[in-house]
């Protein structure tokens, strides 16, 4: 029986597929280790170097299993699922063909996923170049295990990157595999929403267990920020937004009115409020509606933080303002998860 498959899914990979696979290699785990790869119809020399390496990590007691096509590229949704139907590990290792595994990485969450069965378990890691996307690393390595629930709101997508995915089988089954929307589908978000909406856990090891490569190449440019946008919306209002009888937007900048102007007829009923800091969108005393389709436009007040009413709905990007926003925030004593999400 075979412990745990890394699923690799690689479109024109050959200058990474040596790093990456010498990173399997030269895993510390004591399983049994498959890894199953599924070309998605690469035009370069991936082929060729994949066979190459398939000897060298049999050596090893390393099993590979090639699967893949030579017609027009389907996406990576597909190639990922093309890859799990094919392998046959209890758990599944999900590794891009960019990035680097350190010695450890199966070993460490293997033993997490095994008291967390049905949960995806992710990992810190670091960039290469170093000192690219600072921000983003820091807020995803610096989530606490609640913040791994409630910010999932956020632009930054999944609170725990997809390279650093490992999980039992049945996780994946239960979600029902990677959306094949194709190019510009945002697939790993819409996975991991839906498998928190079956009531799935998630679970960070503390360790960085990833080299995340950061290269203009890389499938994340491909996809739409409006596409994110409108994944997001439709969740926090199923999620949150319905269950909710009002709430208070905190910004009444570009960014909390774009929120509004894209949330349900109902859910902008619930709006009591715009709230902000800035003197002279406080003075405007109102943000008035004047797009709507109704008769009479929506208006909504625009108050100080310190006289909004909770729950709120956070329109702010952290840590971009000196940590004035994140004091203003903390001196209202919020639980966050329950009196407040992010959607910066």
């Not at 199953?36 to 007691?61: P, V």
């Not at 949960?119 to 390595?141: D, M, Q, V």
């Not at 190019?183 to 998630?202: A, N, S, T, W, Y």
């Not at 009002?246 to 910004?251: A, E, P, R, Y």
Request: with cysteine.
């Amino acid at each position: 029986m075979t412990d745990v498959s890394i699923i690799i899914p690689v479109y024109n990979g050959d200058k990474w597929i040596d790093d990456c696979l010498r990173s399997v290699e030269t895993q510390n785990f004591n399983g049994k280790l498959e890894v199953s790869i599924f070309n998605d119809g690469s035009t370069d020399g991936t082929i060729s170097k994949l066979e190459e390496w398939r000897e060298t990590l049999r050596e090893k007691s390393i099993s590979v299993t090639l699967g893949g096509h030579t017609s027009n590229p389907r996406g990576v949704g597909y190639a990922k699922n093309q890859a799990v139907e094919q392998s046959s590990g209890v758990y599944l290792c999900f590794q891009d063909i960019d990035d680097v595994m350190s010695p450890d990485r199966v070993s460490k969450q293997y033993q997490a996923a095994r008291s967390e069965q049905n949960s995806i378990i992710g990992s810190k890691f670091h960039r290469e170049p170093e000192g690219s996307t600072e921000r983003f690393t820091k807020w995803a390595n610096t989530l606490s295990q609640d913040q791994l629930y409630s910010q999932i709101y956020t632009s930054h997508g999944p609170t725990l990157i997809m390279p650093t995915w490992f999980c039992h089988r049945s996780v994946y089954n239960k979600a029902g595999g990677f959306s094949e929307g194709g190019k510009g589908v945002p697939e790993d978000l819409i996975f991991f929403l839906r498998h928190l909406e079956l009531g799935g856990g998630l679970c960070r090891v503390d360790a960085d267990l990833l080299m995340y490569r950061y290269h203009p190449g890389a499938t994340t440019f491909s996809i739409h920020e409006d596409t994110i946008w409108e994944i997001r919306m439709e969740y926090i209002q199923k999620q949150v937004l319905d269950k909710w009888e009002s709430f208070t937007i905190w910004n009444a900048g570009k960014q909390g009115k774009k929120f509004y102007r894209n949330l349900s007829t109902t859910n902008q009923r619930k709006v009591a409020a715009f709230c902000d800091v800035d003197p002279k969108k406080i003075k405007c005393g109102a943000y008035i509606y004047h797009e709507s389709k109704e008769k009479i436009k929506p208006t909504v007040p625009i108050v100080h933080f310190q006289s909004a009413k909770p729950p709120f709905i956070i329109c702010m990007k952290l840590d971009l303002t000196g940590g004035e926003f994140e004091k203003n925030l903390a001196s209202l004593n919020l639980k966050e998860g329950v009196d407040f999400f992010h959607f910066n």
